[in-house]
């Protein structure tokens, strides 16, 4: 009986380390005008990817979640972000969140 307990506490422990919501602040850097791409195209100038750690599963960030700083304005006209977790993303989430510690992928795809 106690070693079925401690599973089950060991599966949902792992199960809420690896659920979370975290927020991404796409905008473009002050006083630039870079429009958001809506067309679904393969062909991209660049790509341009960073990871964002937040606290408290998702509600604080740690660093930096703000789309603005992965933009060049002066080479850049239009974008397209993706935000998603990736495998790296979760063995972090599994491994940091007992202490709280999330992370997730932001993806900018620099169409001209």
């Known amino acids: 009986m106690y070693k079925k307990a401690v599973s089950l506490a060991l599966v949902v422990a792992l199960s809420l380390g690896l659920v979370g919501c975290a927020t ?3 905008e473009a850097p002050r006083g630039t005008d870079i429009k958001l791409s809506t ?8 790509i341009v990817k960073k990871r964002v750690f937040y606290a408290l599963w998702g509600l604080v960030p740690l660093t930096p979640n703000s789309t603005a700083s992965m933009v060049n304005p002066r080479t850049t ?8 977790y990736n495998v790296v993303d979760y063995v972090i989430s599994a491994v940091l969140g007992i202490v709280t510690i999330t992370s997730r992928t932001v993806e900018i795809q620099i169409v001209n």
């Not at 067309?39 to 660049?46: D, H, I, L, M, Q």
């Not at 006209?77 to 998603?84: N, R």
């Open 24 to 26: 991404v602040q796409v």
């Open 39 to 46: 067309e679904n195209t393969t062909t991209y100038k660049r």
């Open 77 to 84: 006209h239009e974008i397209k972000v993706k935000s998603y």
